[in-house]
């Protein structure tokens, strides 16, 4: 009877379907997700992003997959946001058993190449996902505190007593649908307005439901990590009206917060607190260079002060502030500002760069309330 249990154990053991499953513990490669246009305008595909430069159709593949006995049939998710949403719930299984697939059987290149492989010059790469809501530090980081309208040597003493009293992060609301826009779509400089600049930013994506989160087991929570810039109008209020800073203004307009060019799972990037390095260059001159050293509250502690004042969901976003080196810095050099027909390009060690040219936006129709004159009319 014991022989008996122990053969079908075994066979139970070697059956394809259960070295499938085991097979898919790892994964075969390290990829990154995304959402790219493949099938014509308007479409949004999943894609597995494989070597920086493979994208793999995750609904088409997957299907490939289910056809044989192996792989039993598991509904693929309808967009970015609700594949974070399963991805700790099995969904991450499938996607390493489709990269072990495609790689063991060779259909990334050659006559074995599948339909749903492309390359990635030859598709649009759109933004990875519209996060619910995305929160954003502000002056995160020493060499940011006070940088503008100091110099180098105020900044540093400023940068000096911050490290002695760190006090609270300071988090703000960037608006998202409008906003955000993905790689090589154009940031467009609001007509009248020209002291727009730049941020580099890690956008880290919530992949549970977060509230009341302790920093000691936030990473728990997040799904991975993109490029994320927080541009900026730094041109203030209009004239005559109620005095003071104006986050709407400053942060919220259109193209305002370009994300991507895909998002990193957690697995596959490792901890931010330790291999961060952020860089942001404008027409090929670095602009800013940080890394986690800089910064004044790690991504831990920003998910717990974010999630004690409201719940974070799967999929969205927290942004960890910027360095020192915008254009509205003095402490570094001049101060300077977007100009249409520039190009940014914002890299992540071990996520990717983003390249965004910048336009100046068309003259809009006459309007009142809202509309906003040229900065020099009011802001000497």
Excluded at 167 to 175: C, Q, V
Excluded at 209 to 227: L, P
Excluded at 237 to 266: M, Q
Aim: contains cysteine; proline residues 7%; glycine residues 10%.
């Amino acid at each position: 009877m014991k022989r008996t249990l122990f053969l079908i154990a075994l066979t139970v053991c070697m059956s394809p379907a259960f070295v499938s499953a085991q097979s898919a513990m790892n994964s075969a490669e390290p990829f990154k997700l995304g959402t790219f246009e493949i099938h014509g305008e308007g479409d949004k595909t999943i894609g597995i992003v494989l070597r920086d430069q493979i994208i793999v159709e995750l609904n088409a593949a997957n299907m490939a997959i289910e056809q044989g006995p192996d792989y039993p049939a598991i509904p693929m998710p309808e967009n970015m946001r609700e594949l974070i949403g399963r991805y700790e719930y099995g969904l991450r299984y499938r996607l390493y058993e489709i990269v072990n697939y495609v790689v063991s059987n060779e259909r990334l290149s050659g006559r074995t190449r599948a339909d749903f492989v492309h390359d990635v010059e030859d598709i649009r790469t759109l933004a990875p996902l519209m996060p619910g809501k995305m929160l954003n530090a502000a002056v995160n980081f020493y060499s940011h505190v006070e940088e503008s309208g100091t110099t180098g040597e105020e900044q540093a003493a400023a940068a000096a007593r911050r490290r002695a009293q760190r006090g609270i992060p300071y988090l703000f609301i960037k608006p998202t649908e409008g906003a955000v826009i993905g790689q090589g779509d154009a940031v467009v400089l609001p007509y009248g307005r020209d002291r727009t600049d730049w941020e580099v930013e890690l956008a880290t994506v919530i992949g549970r439901t977060a509230k009341y989160v302790s920093a000691d087991n936030a990473e728990d929570y997040i799904f991975g990590y993109m490029v994320s810039l927080d541009i900026s109008d730094r041109g203030r209020r209009p004239p005559n009206s109620r005095p003071g800073s104006d986050w709407l203004v400053g942060k919220g307009h259109d193209t305002f917060a370009p994300l991507g060019p895909w998002i990193v799972p957690k697995e596959f990037y490792g901890d931010p607190m330790e291999n961060l390095e952020q860089v942001l260059e404008l027409d090929g001159e670095v602009m800013q260079r940080a890394g986690p050293g800089d910064m004044i509250h790690s991504i831990y502690e920003l998910i717990e002060y974010g999630t004690s004042i409201i719940t974070m969901y799967p999929g969205d976003v927290l942004n960890n502030g910027t360095s020192g080196g915008t254009g509205n810095g003095t402490a570094y050099r001049e101060r300077r500002f977007l100009q249409p027909g520039e190009t940014i390009e914002a890299t992540i060690e071990g996520i990717g760069t983003l390249v965004l040219p910048v336009v100046a936006e068309e003259i809009p129709p006459p309007r009142t309330g809202s509309f906003l004159p040229p900065v020099a009319s009011y802001d000497p």
